[in-house]
């Protein structure tokens, strides 16, 4: 399916102010999207008309606009959980992104469920917000990590993975797509594979919400995180979905007010589900942004979304594909995304920073995955990632910008 004909692909993109702007004289190719992604026009309003129109606290007042603004932020929670179609909203838990997501789920399920000589697994592609989190936890409860490694590809070892689940395994936390190396993890096998051994399972989701249709009772996924900024809404929000037994029996990751049922100096009790895991005042401008960018992608179909964005992958590969002298970092059949590579022995930071001069945005570096790029022994990748409002034009200028610093650094 091309993108022309399933998303009215002007009309997106003209629904995108920051998209409009020049860069350097040159129209922005804004093709960093595995960072943060533009915001549409829809989200900004509904931000801009948080603070104009019903500015207020949630959840504390009886006046007319905290009532706007609790109901501004439970209705996002809503929208979220039918997104990812979450048997309860309160299941869905508002955090500052994934990487807080993650942290507060390490907490709080190793506190509750981790003794020492436990195992917890992860996997060699794992951005470092799914890495460090756990050997905190597994230092602090005396477990052990095990990883998971990858093929040459930049696909998981299957083999591998299931000899590593054992009577030890309690938790397997793996990224459903690779930052880096947009590889698409069989995250159905992952899943099915732990539960057979009674191991529930997080998935690091911030590489595959904008991209890819999500169910979380039809995956039967234990927890999942994601970011609001990589799904076209604001920074500083994101998402900790997890199965309602578990965050019962989890202890609280923060404290403070809103978390609370009774205080006394004696004893506190806890608020039930989600307010257990929302200590103080919530980023409530993001949780009504991030309701606005699920609502806008919804409408336009995930579906649709994902189709569009495969064709365009696809075309990327085989223009860059043309470019002598360049290679792909991460072949794996099933991918989204992003696309990571290297040019002859050209450092990918000078190759940014010529593409950069042209109006075209990527990212270089080692993308917060330095254990990929130790794989690979290169010191990092250019990578340029796509969103929904990408298009061809946009690949045929990144290619050639690309020749161009081929024949200025070779």
């Given amino acids: ?95 500052k992104g994934t990487t807080d997501s993650i942290n507060l789920a390490a907490y709080s399920f190793c506190k509750k469920y981790i ?13 470092h917000s799914n890495i460090v989190p756990w050997q905190i936890a597994c230092e602090d409860r005396g477990a052990v990590l095990k990883v998971v490694p990858i093929t040459p590809e930049g696909m998981l070892d299957m083999t591998a993975y299931e000899q590593l689940l054992s009577t030890r395994t309690k938790i397997v936390a793996i990224t459903w797509v690779s930052n880096t190396l947009g590889t698409i993890n069989p995250v159905r096998e992952i899943i099915e594979k732990a539960h057979q051994q009674g191991v529930p399972v997080l998935l690091d989701a911030a590489q595959a919400v904008q991209h890819i249709p999500v169910d979380v009772q039809e995956l039967d996924v234990d927890f999942l995180a994601f970011s609001g900024h990589k799904i076209y809404g604001p920074t500083g929000i994101g998402v900790l979905y997890g199965k309602e037994k578990f965050l019962n029996d989890m202890p609280p990751y923060q404290s403070g007010g809103s978390m609370i049922k009774s205080v006394t100096f004696d004893k506190t009790t806890y608020a039930s589900l989600p307010f257990k895991f929302e200590a103080g005042t919530p980023h409530v401008a993001g949780i009504v942004g991030l309701g606005a960018a699920v609502r806008y992608l919804d409408a336009l179909g995930i579906t649709s979304v994902m189709a569009a964005e495969q064709d365009l992958l696809a075309y990327a590969q085989a223009q860059l594909g043309m470019i002598s002298g360049l290679r792909f970092i991460g072949n794996a059949p099933e991918k989204t995304g992003a696309i ?25 570096g080692h993308h917060c995955c330095q254990p990929i790029m130790d794989y690979y022994e290169i010191p990092g990748t250019l990578r340029a990632s796509f969103a929904l409002y990408n298009n061809r034009d946009d690949v045929d200028r990144l290619v050639k910008g690309i020749e161009k610093a081929k024949a200025m650094l070779s």
Avoid at 115 to 127: L, V
């Fill in 1 to 95: 399916m091309s993108l022309t004909s399933s998303i009215p692909i002007e009309k997106v993109r003209a629904g995108f102010p920051l998209l409009q702007r020049e860069v350097y004289g040159k129209p922005l190719v804004y093709l960093d999207n595995g960072a943060t992604t533009q915001k549409p026009q829809e989200v900004i309003d509904a931000i801009k008309e948080y603070y104009e129109s019903y500015n207020s606290n949630v959840h504390r007042g009886v006046h007319y606009l905290s009532q706007l603004a609790t109901d501004a932020e439970e209705s996002s929670r809503q929208s979220i959980a039918r997104f990812i179609n979450a048997a309860h909203s309160h299941e869905v838990i508002f955090t």
């Fill in 115 to 127: 003794q020492a000589g436990d195992e917890i697994i992860i996997s060699h592609m794992e951005h």
């Fill in 340 to 364: 990571s590579l290297l040019l002859q022995d050209i450092h990918p930071f000078d190759l940014g920073e010529i593409l950069d001069k042209q109006g075209i945005a990527v990212r270089t």
